[in-house]
Structure formats: structure tokens, C-alpha cells
């Protein structure tokens, strides 16, 4: 019975990456735009879990990586002038750079210590946005049609292009992801996530793999940051480097569907958007239920919904660990 349902998991998580490459041709635009939002999150979730949930990095100040990407393209693209890919590019190597920087002034930090380090880090870098003159100031500033234009001449094709690169970022983190926990690295960062001071014992070096969850984390969500410049169509120090939705959001999520495993963020993403879908138009009771249902899965499912599936099915649908016993993925 077990491995049925295993098995129907995985087809089922199969149908829906396939659903999702076809989603252009089968969906209205509308479902296109929900999807476009549902991938970002997933995406931003994906890579907060990497860094708290295995990196045992404790950070709520993820969204400084989405405005330092989002102005970073603006500045490239725009005032620099150059081709939109060189400014990609540009903008995910300027978030590394920073990410080492940042890293470097944390890293002794942890716990409440390192979340409200991480957080002041984020707010300075938010107000110095708010202050840059080539950047519009405080009102932000618009990307020009002619850019927009480039993505594709109407409005359908421009939101199907955006799809299509959202949907292509979060497979790329997805596999980074995985590929990473399966190497040497995400061997130590399964033992931090299971306990830091066994980590140690056992001779993992904690500190490196730490570092190499978060500066490697850095520059993907940069990435996302491009890409929510190019669905909003501007920048802004508000909504560029907005808590709320880049960060209190993406740990909802985590925390929902499950800390510390690669299932947790789908999961979580999915039962974040049903919940929109069906409160918004209920004001801040939208707000509360989402603080009330996060109160009562800390404190009786610790380990978020997945966590409750995985003691009934007994391996993850998502294999990264083999068997002792027969060597197997599970």
C-alpha cells in the first residue's frame, strides 16, 4: 500500500512538471499570471528551505537578494544599456558578490541573533535603493515598452515568454537543489538539518557548508528578482524589497509544507495559493488564517504537512539518500 502511494506521488508530481510545460497552450491568460506567481514563490521557497532548512541559516531578510537583483538588472539593462541576457548575467554576479559580503558580516551570528541581523541588512539596503536618483528614488522607475516589447509585441505573448523563463528558473533551482544534496556538500548539510553538534562530531565542516547554502543561494534568488522586475514591468524599493511578499511569505510556505525537504516547498505553495484563491476577498481574515494555520502546524506537525506524509509513506517522492541495505535512491 505504501509504495502505491509513493508511486502515485511521483506520477503525480510528473503529470503536473508536464501540465505546467503545456500551460501556455491550455490556460487563459489569467491562470497563466497565477502560475507565473505560484512558480516565483516556489522558487524563492526552494531556495530559503536550502539555506534554513539544511543550512540551519536562520535568515529573514531573503528579499535584500530580490531588490539587489531587481535594481541591479535596472541598472544594466537600463542604464547602462546593455542586452538583456549580458544584464541577467550581470545582476545574478552582482547578488553573489553581495551575498559573500553579507555572509561574511553574519556569519558568527544565529538564531535570534542572525534572523534580526539578516532582517537590518535587507532594511539598509532597502532604504539606500530608495535614495538612488538613476533609480527613480523613492517613487522607483518603469522599464521602457521597447524592452518589454522584446519579450514579445503583444501582451499574451510578452506573458507567455515570462511564464516560460519563471518556469525554466525554478526547474533550474530544482535541480541545482537536488544535484547539490546529493553531492558531498548536501550530505553535511542533511546531517546540519538533522543536528548541527553531530555534524561537528562526525567531522562535517559545519561552517563551510553553511556558507555554501547561502552564497550559493544568493545569486538565484537575484535571478528571481529579474524576473519579478520583468512581470511588474518597474522597480521599486517598496515592492522590490518588500518583506511581506519576498520573505513572510516564502516562510509561510517552508514552515507549512515542510522545513528541510524538497516536497515541503510544493506542498507549501500549493496550499498558499488555494488559501489566497479562495480568502482574498476577505481582507485582513486572509492574514489571520494564514497566522492561525502556521500556529497550529509549529505546534503540531513541526515538521510541516510533508513531515505527516512521510511518516506514513517512509521515504521521501523526491529520492536523495540511498538505502544502507540495498543502496537504492529513497
Request: charged share 10%.
Amino acid at each position: 500500500m505504501t509504495s502505491g502511494l509513493v508511486l502515485f506521488g511521483r506520477i503525480a508530481l510528473a503529470l503536473g512538471l508536464i501540465g505546467l510545460c503545456a500551460a501556455p497552450v491550455l490556460f487563459s491568460p489569467a491562470m497563466l499570471v497565477l502560475l507565473t506567481q505560484a512558480l516565483t514563490m516556489l522558487t524563492l521557497a526552494m531556495l530559503w528551505n536550502l539555506v534554513a532548512g539544511y543550512g540551519n541559516v536562520m535568515v529573514i531578510g531573503q528579499h535584500a537578494f530580490v531588490g539587489i537583483g531587481a535594481y541591479a538588472f535596472y541598472g544594466f539593462a537600463m542604464l547602462a544599456g546593455w542586452h538583456m541576457a549580458v544584464a541577467l548575467s550581470a545582476a545574478m554576479a552582482v547578488t553573489l558578490v553581495c551575498g559573500i559580503a553579507v555572509y561574511a558580516m553574519l556569519y558568527r551570528l544565529r538564531t535570534a541573533y542572525l534572523a534580526v541581523g539578516s532582517w537590518v541588512v535587507a532594511e539598509t539596503l532597502m532604504l539606500i535603493a530608495s535614495r538612488l536618483p538613476g533609480f527613480g528614488g523613492g517613487s522607483g522607475a518603469s522599464l521602457p515598452t521597447s524592452l518589454l516589447r522584446s519579450l514579445g509585441v503583444r501582451a499574451p505573448e510578452r506573458l507567455s515568454t515570462i511564464y516560460i523563463l519563471v518556469l525554466g528558473m525554478a526547474v533550474l533551482a530544482f535541480g541545482l537543489i537536488w544535484a547539490l544534496m546529493r553531492s558531498r556538500i548536501g550530505l553535511g548539510l542533511a546531517a546540519l538539518r538533522d543536528s548541527e553538534e553531530g555534524a561537528a562530531v562526525a567531522g562535517v565542516n559545519t561552517r563551510l557548508v553553511r556558507a555554501a547554502s547561502f552564497i550559493l543561494a544568493a545569486p538565484m534568488v537575484g535571478l528571481v528578482g529579474v524576473l519579478i522586475t520583468l512581470q511588474k514591468g518597474r522597480i521599486s524599493h517598496v515592492a522590490s524589497f518588500s518583506m511581506l511578499d519576498w520573505t513572510i511569505y516564502v516562510l509561510f510556505i517552508v514552515v507549512i509544507g515542510g522545513l528541510g525537504s524538497l516536497e515541503g516547498p510544493i506542498i507549501g505553495t500549493l496550499v498558499f495559493f488555494l488559501l489566497r484563491e479562495v480568502l482574498q476577498d476577505y481582507g485582513t481574515l486572509y492574514l489571520i488564517t494564514l497566522g492561525a494555520i502556521s500556529i497550529v502546524v509549529v505546534l503540531f506537525a513541526p515538521k510541516g504537512l510533508w513531515g505527516l506524509a512521510r511518516r506514513k509513506l517512509g521515504c521521501d517522492l523526491i529520492p536523495l539518500t540511498h538505502d544502507p541495505k540495498t543502496g537504492d535512491l529513497r
